[in-house]
Nanobody, 121 residues
Framework: QVQLVESGGGLVQAGGSLRLSCAASGRTFGSYAMGWFRQAPGKEHEFVAAIDWTGSNTYYADSVKGRFTISRDYANNTLYLQMNSLKPEDTAVYYC??????????????RGQGTQVTVSS
């Protein structure tokens, strides 16, 4: 069982930055691929970024490539999403998720409760 708790969301102006964190419980954090997804009002969950269990391979949606960076800290069982050059269209609830393998679909084995990110124009 893996429990995930996101933090770091908030209100930021366009062009600003935020860093999201996802604290994972359990001793098996290092064996899971991790991902970030987001859901804007009235839309489906959208893949944002993922990192494999080794930490060596990362994957990004085209809409965030070059602006967002996913990383993981094994010592602290924490996943991060550094978001730079934020745009109003990045406004959404952001979720972290854990899975046995990287996938771009929302059906990860474990998912957090989400943190709100609002980007004002």
């Amino acid at each position: 069982q893996v429990q995930l708790v996101e933090s770091g969301g908030g209100l930021v102006q366009a062009g600003g930055s935020l860093r999201l964190s996802c604290a994972a419980s359990g001793r098996t954090f290092g064996s899971y691929a991790m991902g970030w997804f987001r859901q804007a009002p009235g839309k489906e969950h959208e893949f944002v970024a993922a990192i494999d269990w080794t930490g060596s391979n990362t994957y990004y949606a085209d809409s965030v490539k070059g602006r967002f960076t996913i990383s993981r800290d094994y010592a602290n069982n924490t996943l991060y999403l550094q978001m730079n050059s934020l745009k109003p269209e990045d406004t959404a609830v952001y979720y972290c998720a854990a899975n046995r393998a990287v996938t771009y679909r929302w059906n990860y084995d474990y998912r957090g409760q989400g943190t709100q990110v609002t980007v004002s124009s």
